[in-house]
């Protein structure tokens, strides 16, 4: 699993690596763009329901940390899904992966 620090928080937002490697590109996108946006994800269902949203900006502090050393195979259609929803103005939702072709 990997995690992504936020801001001064020590708590960790934990997401699979496979997923976070591909939110990886999609923010780095925009915030070398300078731009500001807000990212969503629903809790896992082990947590309280519900859904949580950051605020990103360039300023933040952001660090991903990856438990698989290796680096996935990154899908193109799946970094598209997010980088379409970052450019909403509900910001980028973690969606779930679609295989091509599914």
Sequence with gaps: ??????????????????????????????LRRNESFTLSWR???????????????PSIPLRFVFGDP???ELSAEWITAMA???N???????LEEHLDGE
């Design 84 to 86: 379409h929803s970052a």
């Design 88 to 94: 909403s103005s509900g910001g980028i939702m973690l």
């Design 70 to 72: 290796d680096s996935p």
């Design 1 to 30: 699993m990997g995690q992504l620090f936020y801001g001064n928080d020590p708590e960790p937002i934990v997401i699979e690596d496979r997923a976070l490697a591909h939110l990886k590109v999609v923010i780095a996108t925009k």
């Design 43 to 57: 809790h896992p269902s082990d947590e309280n329901p519900g859904r949580t949203t950051i605020w990103l900006h």
